[in-house]
């Protein structure tokens, strides 16, 4: 089996005699028989953990939970700076967490949850921050301002549970660079190793926020439900 | 470059990141630091549960968790630092769920709770089936809230100390950078997790779980025990490791071997298990999960990950079809010696989590006593940590910088592969340092490995380039992992009679 790697500008082919595993093992296998110096991250081999996030034949996939195939081609995640290989710095993606304020902001006191409030934000705290999400979305792409979907997923977790008083200030907080900028062109959903629809998340936290008065900037301004690049932003 | 804070965390797993609220809340500045990225830390890997005696589904008390937790420890724990772990556990559970963890709940309304092995009452609080990955997320969400900084991918080299011996800082290597960096702080706090890939791929370890804390402070003088006490899962699949979770068995899984029949207790103790299954495997038997009986909608509603898993990596699907496991090393019972205040045997340093020892487990883990340790001691090591700093930082002392064991590293050639040396140690570990032991197995793995630390300046790396070189960082880990195996086997020899995880012939 050969498979290709985009190493810095180079796209490099690796002949593995080895059939039927995970392209995290091929990696490994790579790494310690072929070539020392290949950089990629790992951990827990089973999907959780969110470190071994790239892109197979241009689609993000999590290499541990992916069969390697003959003629694969692996480069690193997009939208974020390559460090070296197949490693990409996530800091300005983490980042968007803080700056979306993804956080429990005030407990109210004495709420009990019962099986739905469970239910409600289950899949959106299954994310694994593994930042699939923005590599694949084209807001986040061509403004590295934009809160974007593992944010605004979290933002919704939060906002969506019961024991957060404080939810208009969660809302006001994701109006700028935030819930309007999506297009809803849904490749984030497409990509997600957890089934999480941010996009959907991000639908409900417009709804929540047309509740406190917000609307559509760009529908307010153009008439027309057109965004600055021309594509529909309903 | 030199930093500074009040308190330095090492390690951004449950552990170090609760450590990293609770002395911020004191009053103290923090930094944390992680080879990788905080949520990409083993914890997020735990399934099962967090113990506390909320007794939300039948009766329990903390005194039968305490009865549990010392009956588990074969005598090898301290009964007032379990006393103390099992009182805090409802409290720990409350601030979980007070941040926003999303545990699952019963039909009234209650943090619902499932018996792992070894407890007598339905004990673990559970968040579906990513119980560790919830836990961890939201204690991230809850150091951003607190604008705590953490500092991603980089790697602890050494502890480092003053001309008094107290220590007061670390030697880091930013990996992306390839630089070395001073840290210095008032108090350090070792979060950075157990050993248990000393077994290589016969572990369920998140790769990351190498011991480098464990190391660095037996490098810097602090006292280790019970490094022998390794704790093997019984069932983890047979060609990757990865954990079939104990649900599986206790949902009414049964054990098979080549010949399909039943050979041991499924329910046991995880030790006694391991040995039944390892006994089995001498005979030259394979051993089969059998959870077919269960039927596909338990099996997708119950364990849905150990499916995709099976089939991923052994291309059987557990509805129709037995699943080949075998045992490995799980969780790491030895560590860093600490008193009930977190404090290791050097002054300014403090240790948690699965690194440090606070005798809680003593030669055998109970399931869910892991997540309750972290945050109860997670706890307390921030909060003492802090108070220390606090009333220690004026005081006047530089930090003793000298070479050591990372020009040591730099200067290795790079004649023998370590990478299969790695595969090397982690074979015979599993065979000979392993679920059964005898004394001359020991004796020549402890032979072993110092033929290969004498030979270290021979495994030199081959990548020579600054930027983001993991093929110097895995051979940093190898190199402190050899230290640890040392200790583990050392341990082992002084032992002379079986107890729990330590079983000896
Ligand atoms: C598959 C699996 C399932 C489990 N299930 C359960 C369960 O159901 N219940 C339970 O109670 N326990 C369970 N455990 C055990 C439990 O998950 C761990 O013991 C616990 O999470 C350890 O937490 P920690 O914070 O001490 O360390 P970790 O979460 O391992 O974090 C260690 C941190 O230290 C950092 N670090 C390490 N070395 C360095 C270095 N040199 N420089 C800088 N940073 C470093 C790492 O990057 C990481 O951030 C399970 C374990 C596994 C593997
Ligand atoms: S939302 Fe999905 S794709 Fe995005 S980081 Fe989370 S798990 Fe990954
Ligand atoms: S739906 Fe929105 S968040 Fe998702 S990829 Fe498209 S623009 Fe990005
Ligand atoms: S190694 Fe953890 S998600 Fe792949």
């Known amino acids: 089996m050969k498979i290709s790697i985009k190493r810095e500008d180079n796209i490099i082919k690796y002949e593995l005699d080895l059939k039927d595993i995970t392209l995290l093992e091929a990696l490994n296998y790579i790494k310690s028989n072929l070539d020392n110096t290949l950089a990629f991250s790992s951990g827990c081999r089973s999907s959780v953990c969110g470190s071994c996030s790239m892109r197979v034949n241009e689609r993000e996939e999590l290499a541990c939970n992916y069969k390697v195939q003959d003629g694969d081609s692996i480069e690193p995640l997009k939208n974020m700076s390559v460090i070296r290989d197949l490693v990409v710095d996530m800091d300005s993606a983490y980042k968007t967490n803080f700056k979306a304020k993804a956080w429990l902001n005030k407990l109210t006191q004495g709420v009990s949850l019962n099986h739905d409030d469970e239910k409600r934000n289950e899949v959106q705290s299954d994310c694994i921050l593994c930042s699939a999400c923005y590599s694949a979305c084209p807001v986040y792409a061509v403004n590295g301002e934009f809160l974007g979907p593992f944010a605004l997923t979290r933002v919704w977790k939060y906002v969506s549970d019961k024991r957060e008083s404080d939810e208009k200030s969660k809302i006001d907080n994701v109006q700028s660079n935030g819930v309007w900028d999506c297009t809803l062109c849904n490749e984030c959903t497409l990509v997600c190793p957890q089934d999480i629809s941010s996009k959907a998340d991000i639908e409900k936290l417009r709804a929540k926020s047309a509740g406190y008065g917000y609307m559509d900037p760009s529908f307010g301004s153009f008439g027309g439900g057109f965004g600055f690049d021309g594509s529909p932003s309903f | ?505």
């Open chain 2, 1 to 505: 470059m030199n930093y500074k804070s009040d308190v330095l965390i090492i390690g951004a797993g449950g552990a170090g990141l609760t450590a990293a609220l609770h002395a911020k809340e004191s009053g103290a500045s923090v930094r944390v630091l992680t080879k990788e990225y905080p949520t990409r830390s083993q914890t997020c890997m735990a399934q099962g549960g967090m113990n506390a005696a909320l007794a939300n589904v039948s009766e329990d008390s903390v005194e039968a968790h305490i009865a549990n937790t010392l009956k588990s420890a074969h005598g090898e724990a301290d009964e007032e630092a379990v006393r103390f772990m099992c009182s805090e556990a409802i409290n720990a559970v409350e601030w979980l769920d007070s941040i926003g963890v999303c545990f699952s709940r019963t039909a009234d309304s209650k943090i619902a709770q499932r018996t792992l092995g070894g407890a007598s009452a339905p004990r673990a609080c559970y968040a579906q089936d990513y119980t560790g990955l919830k836990i961890l997320h939201t204690i991230y969400d809850r150091c951003l809230s607190q604008d705590i900084e953490i500092l991603n991918e980089k790697y602890l080299l050494d502890i480092l100390k003053d001309e008094s011996g107290v220590v007061k800082g670390a030697k880091v290597l930013d990996i992306r950078s390839g630089d070395i960096e001073i840290y210095e702080a008032s108090a350090v706090i070792l979060a950075s997790g157990g050993y248990s890939r000393i077994y290589d791929k016969n572990s369920t370890n998140s790769t990351a779980s190498t011991g480098d804390g464990i190391a660095a402070a037996s490098r810097a003088g602090a006292k280790l025990i019970d490094m022998e006490f390794v704790q093997f899962h019984p069932t983890a699949l047979k060609n990757s490791s990865i954990l079939i979770s104990e649900s599986a068995r206790g949902e009414g899984g049964y054990l098979l071997n080549s010949k399909g029949k039943r050979f041991t207790n499924e329910l046991a103790p995880r030790d006694v298990v391991s040995r039944a299954i390892n006994d089995e495997i001498n005979k030259g038997e394979e051993i089969f999960l059998d959870i077919r009986h269960l039927g596909e909608e338990l099996i997708n509603e119950g364990l849905p990950q150990e499916r995709k898993l099976a089939k991923l990596y052994e291309n059987v699907d557990p509805v129709h079809e037995l699943i080949p496991v075998r045992p490995v090393a799980h969780y790491t019972m030895g560590g860093i010696e600490v008193d009930n205040k977190s404090k290791t045997s050097l002054d300014g340093l403090y240790a948690c989590g699965e690194c440090a020892n606070h005798r809680v487990h003593g030669a055998n883990r109970l399931g869910g006593n892991s997540l309750l340790e972290i945050v109860v001691f997670g706890k307390e090591a921030g909060l003492n940590a802090a108070k220390y700093a606090l009333e220690t930082k004026n005081a006047q002392s530089e930090l003793v910088l000298e070479d050591g064991f990372f020009e040591e590293i730099k200067e290795c050639k790079n004649e023998i592969d370590f990478y299969a040396k790695r595969e090397h140690v982690g074979n015979m570990f599993y065979k000979d340092v392993g679920i059964v032991r005898t004394q001359e197995q020991l004796k020549s793995a402890l032979l072993e490995v110092k033929e290969l630390q004498a030979s270290l300046n021979l495994m030199g790396v081959s990548d020579k380039s600054k930027v983001y070189n993991t093929n110097l960082v895995e051979f940093i880990e190898f190199k402190n992992m050899l230290e640890v195996c040392e200790q583990v086997v050392s341990s082992a020899i002084k032992r002379e009679v079986s107890c729990g995880a330590h079983y000896i012939v």
